[in-house]
């Protein structure tokens, strides 16, 4: 009844940049924190960046000053706008949201990820 929808992956040369965007639909109430996470092939998911709903973000050490996250609540979307990109930032990119169909509880629901290849 909820699906998270993913876009914007893609192959980038070095030092280039990427717009991630994760819309969520269907039976929603609100949502509350939006996150960004990553998979690199043999490595543990990572968190990257996160959001609240009234806008106050924070980074993985690794991204800092490189990635921005922002959240348009009217689209019920999330967005990661990585710039400077390393070969070290290829991964799979999944979203994940705090939805809220309910005004007490809520469930996390993952988007089914897309593939961030940096390389040259």
């Known amino acids: 009844q909820v699906q998270l929808v993913e876009s914007g992956g893609g192959l980038v040369q070095p030092g280039g940049s990427l717009r991630l965007s994760c819309a969520a639909s269907g039976s929603i109430f609100s949502i509350g924190a939006m996150g960004w996470y990553r998979q690199a092939p043999g490595k543990q998911r990572e968190l990257v960046a996160t959001?609240?709903?009234?806008?106050?973000?924070s980074y993985a050490d690794s991204v800092k000053g490189r990635f921005t996250i922002s959240r348009d609540n009217a689209k019920n979307t999330v967005y990661l706008q990585m710039n400077s990109l390393k070969p070290d930032d290829t991964a799979v990119y999944l979203c994940?949201?705090?939805?809220?169909?309910?005004?007490?509880?809520?469930?996390?629901?993952w988007g089914q990820g897309t593939q961030v290849t940096v390389s040259s």
């Open positions: 994940k949201f705090e939805i809220y169909r309910t005004s007490y509880a809520y469930i996390e629901y």
């Open positions: 959001i609240t709903r009234g806008g106050s973000t």
